[in-house]
């Protein structure tokens, strides 16, 4: 794998850098794991956890020697994707809205008329106040101003977008302001409402467009499917392992396809979980739409329909061994090349493609993958709800904590107790305060109420209830079965929040002592 990371984007960004050492740590000591479990434990067949491993950590290594027999107790308490990756900052930032005050039509006469929302001036103050109160949002776009659903107040939509979120993607957000003048003609806020707590200005936004597109890219006619180069990969002994395990043999695939110059051929069904006999669909975790436009692809049941319809005049390689490497394919010219995966674990894993002397060549296209628009707007509403402006804390407890062995001191590092004393030494009293957990008993956290307002992940449940925006958008694209909000998306949510905190406490280094990956690995 060559490293994209080098690139002169990263060195621009101080938040870049840092977000690279804080995944990089984490990486780093999960690669270490991985290889400790392979030593100590060795039990199954299973991948590193590449949600940790930054694509610079797992470089240096070649991953098919130290991982081949290694096994890690999926960690699933963080999902990383591209979107936090701050390679992928390259392209420019959008343009920064001028909190400039423009010329107002200013008469000092004016005395105290009630006020026109619609005024420049009345934009100008809003902007003032956003840029002096949420420095973490770049502000992408107003709505023009409108007379609020009281008297007195102004209410205004408009899109924004996370400086640390690395994606392009834009959010939307209205509420209420209440005016007053200030000096040189100019408004200024002295009151402001919610995240979204405009009522006029709610109705105008939502219906402005459609947020999510993941509609299927559609192969017409025989003709333009035979102009296209396929890969196509049989389901292998990956189906039903894991989110990480899905995501590293994903991306290997979608590796391959770029090494060949070919479109990769997407199961939207996936299986991430043995216990649970239910296929999900991508589109409920990852944002299909991105996926589409940065990645050749097309879906696999159209796909399939089309070509047993034409099979007799397409040309199909049939590929039975991983073995043969993307080297050797490389000049193969058959419209579809299928590639079979039969045996056993772990010799029918897609990943073990990009192994040996694949790994030089075939880039995994991490950029390609990013957390789902469906899930990624309960990130900004939990956020927008506590103002942007709050602390996290990531408490791992669950099964590490129960492993003595090889966490000893995390159960009780992690006791309210010690969190209520080690959160006093770095966080002001009484700040807002995020606790991304897989700690399953919600009143654990109590003791800290007394010194911090502290918010968890079901704080926040009607985002994903059977009125919310994510249950309506989440049953659509299931046509019309009843969504659940899962384990993994919680995870998923859950990361994204912590995120967007300001003082961000990791349970290992800033908790515990204990390693991340267990005794001796740090
Ligand atoms: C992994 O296990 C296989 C057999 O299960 C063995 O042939 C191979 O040498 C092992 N690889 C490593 C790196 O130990
Ligand atoms: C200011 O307002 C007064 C009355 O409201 C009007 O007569 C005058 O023309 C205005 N001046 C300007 C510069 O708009
Ligand atoms: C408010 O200001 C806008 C823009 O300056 C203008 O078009 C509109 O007519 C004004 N409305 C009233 C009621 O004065
Ligand atoms: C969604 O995107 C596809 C192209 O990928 C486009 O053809 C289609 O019109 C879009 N649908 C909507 C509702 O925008
Ligand atoms: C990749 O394939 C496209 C068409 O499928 C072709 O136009 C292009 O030249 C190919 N690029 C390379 C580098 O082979
Ligand atoms: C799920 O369970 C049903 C019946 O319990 C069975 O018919 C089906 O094959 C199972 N599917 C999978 C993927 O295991
Ligand atoms: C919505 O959820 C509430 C509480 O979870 C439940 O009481 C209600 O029956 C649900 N409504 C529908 C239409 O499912
Ligand atoms: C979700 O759909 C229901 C019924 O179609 C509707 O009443 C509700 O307002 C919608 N909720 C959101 C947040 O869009
Ligand atoms: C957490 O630990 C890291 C690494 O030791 C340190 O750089 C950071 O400042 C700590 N964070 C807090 C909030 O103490």
């Not at 699933?76 to 936090?84: I, K």
């Not at 100019?186 to 939502?206: D, E, I, M, N, P």
């Not at 402006?389 to 107790?417: Q, Y």
Request: charged residues 25%.
């Amino acid at each position: 794998m060559k490293d994209p990371g080098d690139g002169a984007a990263m060195a621009e960004s101080p938040l870049g850098q840092h977000l690279v050492k804080i995944i990089g740590n984490v990486c780093f000591s999960l690669f270490a794991f991985s290889v400790l479990v392979f030593t100590v434990v060795a039990v199954t067949y299973q991948p590193a956890d590449p949600w940790f491993d930054s694509p610079k950590a797992l470089l240096s290594r070649s991953f098919s020697q130290t991982l081949a027999n290694s096994t890690l107790p999926m960690d699933n308490t963080v999902l990383t994707t591209g979107e936090d990756d701050p390679r992928s900052q390259s392209s420019s930032p959008p343009p920064l809205l001028s909190n400039a005050i423009s010329t107002l039509d200013c008469n000092a006469t004016d005395g105290d008329p009630p006020l026109n929302c619609s005024s420049p001036a009345a934009l100008d103050a809003i902007r003032r106040y956003h840029a002096k109160n949420f420095r973490s949002l770049v502000f992408i776009s107003y709505e023009t101003p409108v007379e609020g659903s009281l008297p007195g107040r102004c209410e205004v939509g408009w899109w924004f977008r996370n400086r640390r979120e690395k994606s392009r993607r834009r959010y939307k957000d209205y509420r209420w302001f209440v005016l007053s003048p200030a000096e040189n003609c100019a408004l200024k806020v002295v009151q402001a409402g919610r995240y979204r707590s405009a009522v006029v200005a709610g109705r105008k936004t939502k219906i402005i467009k459609p947020e999510i597109n993941d509609s299927i890219p559609i192969i017409n006619s025989e003709a333009e499917f035979k102009k296209g180069r396929y890969l196509y990969y049989s389901r292998g002994g990956d189906y039903c392992k894991g989110m990480n395990h899905y995501l590293w043999s994903l991306l290997c695939g979608l590796g391959e396809a770029q090494f060949l110059n070919r479109t990769f051929v997407m199961d939207l069904e996936i299986c991430l979980d043995s216990s649970q006999n239910s296929t999900r669909d991508f589109r409920m975790y990852f944002d299909f739409e991105h996926l589409k436009e940065s990645v050749s692809i097309v879906e696999q049941g159209d796909f399939l329909r089309d070509w047993r319809k034409w099979r007799k005049r397409i040309g199909a390689k049939k590929v039975g061994n991983y073995k043969v490497t993307p080297m050797q394919l490389k000049k193969e010219q058959s419209t579809v090349i299928w590639r079979q995966f039969p045996g056993k674990e772990p010799e029918n894993y897609w990943y073990r493609v990009c192994e040996g002397g694949a790994a030089n060549v075939v880039d995994r296209p991490w950029q390609a993958i990013w957390k789902s628009k469906r899930l990624m707007n309960i990130v900004a509403e939990i956020a927008g709800k506590m103002d942007w402006d709050f602390d996290a804390v990531h408490v791992i407890r669950g099964e590490k904590a129960m492993n003595k062995e090889l966490w000893p001191n995390l159960d009780m590092d992690t006791s309210p107790e010690q969190l209520l004393s080690k959160l006093n030494k770095v966080l002001q009293p009484w700040r807002k305060l995020y606790i991304a957990t897989n700690e399953p008993f919600y009143n654990y956290f109590d003791k800290l109420r007394s010194n911090f307002k502290v918010h968890l992940l079901d704080d926040f449940k009607d985002l994903w209830g059977n009125q919310s925006e994510w249950y309506n958008q989440t049953r659509e694209l299931l046509a019309g079965r009843e969504p659940e909000f899962d384990a993994h998306m919680r995870v998923a949510v859950d990361t994204e929040v912590f995120y967007r905190a300001k003082t961000r406490v990791e349970t290992f280094n800033n908790l515990t002592a204990d390693c991340r990956n267990g005794v001796h690995t740090c």
